[in-house]
């Protein structure tokens, strides 16, 4: 592997072990900013997330259309920059309010995923993409076998210390960026910067002219926006269905990591060479769907733990879906498409967190007339349904 894209797969493996790091600890985190009980953290961690991913809507454009014109090494070497001070924040809060005006500044600069998806297609043919794709899903599946680990061991010396953690390892891998990246954007295809373009509207106009993208893309945010269950109530479902410790909560993360990890090393080239990239899609959001109903009715917590791997075979899913995406964008488009894709997330991660956690809190309140804590997860499942749906009235290719 060359340093260049060991360094952009690394970047990713950190991103995820950043967000793994703090998974673990934010119940009890925000109790203990702001007090309240399980149900109230887990609607102020919604409310998180949400401006973490309002940011991201709105400036996710901006940044791909910037790689386009200026480059993904400056990008990327800010981005981790802001990433560290970020963290550095998070870990000295006192405030609920702090720590949202911590996620705003974050979201903003939160580049780093979607320019590294543009790095990995600026030097990938267009028949490898994908699977390319999925050294970068490989890389966050590894992420999230270190951080929830981490998180979950070094949450016993206080609620700080993974953010600490997490902003030494942001400064490491900026270091080693700045040591090793090449950039991937020429002259040839080089984009003058638009704001007509880089502008969220803007974007999904142009990426979205195409019948084709446009589906694809509708099936991006329902997929996303079901699969952000995970980051939105996982933490507070593992408290109030089996009574998980911050440990057991990362333990239980990790084991998705490693099944992600895997899927995506072992599995990718083998299934696209097989099924192609629409039908990889498909298998993969399948067995997610699967997943979360398993999850949404089981009550043991060991049970949960075997079945947790399973849901990483749905790992399949994004990579394909990015080099159905990729394969249809222009050279020179490739940063406004993951910026675009990047916007797709975010909205998501503005609605999801709030949807879940509301979900969430009103099946596990105290008062609720049923208690349910697996109800988001039947939610995640109808709309895992509905994005097979979608996918499967793509065409299967196109010019």
Same mark, same amino acid.
């Given at each position: 592997?060359?340093?260049?894209?060991?360094?952009?797969?690394?970047?990713?493996?950190?991103?995820?072990?950043?967000?793994?790091?703090?998974?673990?600890?934010?119940?009890?985190?925000?109790?203990?900013?702001?007090?309240?009980?399980?149900?109230?953290?887990?609607?102020?961690?919604?409310? $998180?997330?949400? #401006?973490?991913?309002?940011?991201? +809507?709105?400036? %996710? @454009?901006?940044? =791909?259309?910037?790689?386009?014109? &200026? *480059?993904?090494?400056?990008?990327?070497?800010?981005?981790?920059?802001?990433?560290?001070?970020?963290?550095?924040?998070?870990?000295?809060?006192?405030?609920?309010?702090?720590?949202?005006?911590?996620?705003?500044?974050?979201?903003?600069?939160?580049?780093?995923?979607?320019?590294?998806?543009?790095?990995?297609?600026?030097?990938?043919?267009?028949?490898?993409?994908?699977?390319?794709?999925? $050294?970068?899903? #490989?890389?966050?599946?590894?992420? +999230?076998?270190? %951080? @929830?680990?981490? =998180?979950?061991?070094?949450?016993? &010396? *206080?609620?700080?210390?993974?953010?600490?953690?997490?902003?030494?390892?942001?400064?490491?891998?900026?270091?080693?960026?700045?040591?090793?990246?090449?950039?991937?954007?020429?002259?040839?295809?080089?984009?003058?910067?638009?704001?007509?373009?880089?502008?969220?509207?803007?974007?999904?106009?142009?990426?979205?002219?195409?019948?084709?993208?446009?589906?694809?893309?509708?099936?991006?945010? $329902?997929?996303?926006?079901?699969?952000?269950?995970?980051?939105?109530?996982?933490?507070?479902? =593992?408290?109030?269905?089996?009574?998980?410790?911050?440990?057991?909560?990362?333990?239980?993360?990790?084991?998705?990591?490693?099944?992600?990890?895997?899927?995506?090393?072992?599995?990718?080239?083998?299934?696209?060479?097989?099924?192609?990239?629409?039908?990889?899609?498909?298998?993969?959001?399948?067995?997610?769907?699967?997943?979360?109903?398993?999850?949404?009715?089981?009550?043991?917590?060991?049970?949960?733990?075997?079945?947790?791997?399973?849901?990483?075979?749905?790992?399949?899913?994004?990579?394909?879906?990015?080099?159905?995406?990729?394969?249809?964008?222009?050279?020179?488009?490739?940063?406004?498409?993951?910026?675009?894709?990047?916007?797709?997330?975010?909205?998501?991660?503005?609605?999801?967190?709030?949807?879940?956690?509301?979900?969430?809190?009103?099946?596990?309140?105290?008062?609720?007339?049923?208690?349910?804590?697996?109800?988001?997860?039947?939610?995640?499942?109808?709309?895992?349904?509905?994005?097979?749906?979608?996918?499967?009235?793509?065409?299967?290719?196109?010019?």
């Amino acid at each position: 592997m060359r340093p260049g894209t060991l360094f952009i797969v690394l970047t990713v493996v950190l991103d995820a072990m950043g967000i793994g790091l703090i998974m673990p600890i934010m119940p009890d985190l925000i109790r203990e900013v702001h007090g309240g009980d399980l149900a109230n953290a887990a609607l102020w961690g919604g409310a $998180l997330a949400t #401006a973490f991913a309002l940011m991201q +809507f709105l400036f %996710g @454009p901006v940044v =791909g259309a910037l790689s386009d014109r &200026y *480059g993904r090494r400056p990008v990327l070497l800010v981005s981790l920059l802001f990433m560290t001070l970020d963290y550095l924040v998070m870990a000295l809060s006192g405030s609920i309010w702090l720590l949202m005006l911590g996620r705003i500044v974050g979201g903003i600069t939160a580049a780093t995923h979607a320019t590294a998806s543009a790095y990995m297609a600026d030097v990938s043919r267009p028949e490898d993409k994908a699977a390319n794709f999925g $050294l970068i899903g #490989a890389g966050f599946g590894i992420g +999230f076998v270190l %951080g @929830p680990l981490m =998180g979950g061991m070094l949450g016993e &010396y *206080g609620t700080r210390a993974p953010f600490y953690a997490a902003a030494a390892l942001s400064a490491l891998n900026l270091l080693f960026g700045w040591l090793v990246l090449r950039e991937t954007v020429t002259d040839a295809i080089r984009r003058p910067f638009a704001w007509r373009r880089a502008n969220p509207l803007g974007a999904f106009r142009q990426i979205g002219a195409h019948p084709e993208l446009r589906q694809l893309l509708i099936v991006f945010f $329902l997929y996303d926006l079901a699969l952000y269950v995970y980051p939105s109530v996982w933490s507070y479902f =593992g408290q109030a269905r089996f009574g998980w410790t911050p440990q057991l909560i990362g333990l239980s993360l990790a084991l998705y990591g490693i099944g992600a990890a895997a899927v995506q090393i072992l599995l990718m080239r083998w299934l696209i060479a097989r099924r192609g990239e629409r039908g990889t899609a498909v298998l993969g959001i399948v067995f997610e769907g699967l997943a979360c109903v398993m999850l949404a009715v089981v009550t043991s917590g060991p049970l949960a733990l075997i079945l947790t791997p399973i849901a990483s075979l749905g790992a399949v899913a994004m990579p394909a879906l990015q080099g159905m995406l990729s394969r249809r964008t222009g050279a020179d488009a490739q940063g406004e498409l993951q910026g675009v894709i990047a916007s797709v997330h975010a909205m998501a991660a503005i609605l999801s967190p709030l949807i879940m956690t509301t979900t969430f809190a009103a099946f596990t309140a105290e008062g609720a007339r049923v208690f349910f804590p697996g109800a988001p997860f039947v939610l995640a499942a109808l709309l895992l349904g509905l994005s097979i749906l979608v996918i499967c009235r793509t065409p299967p290719a196109a010019a």
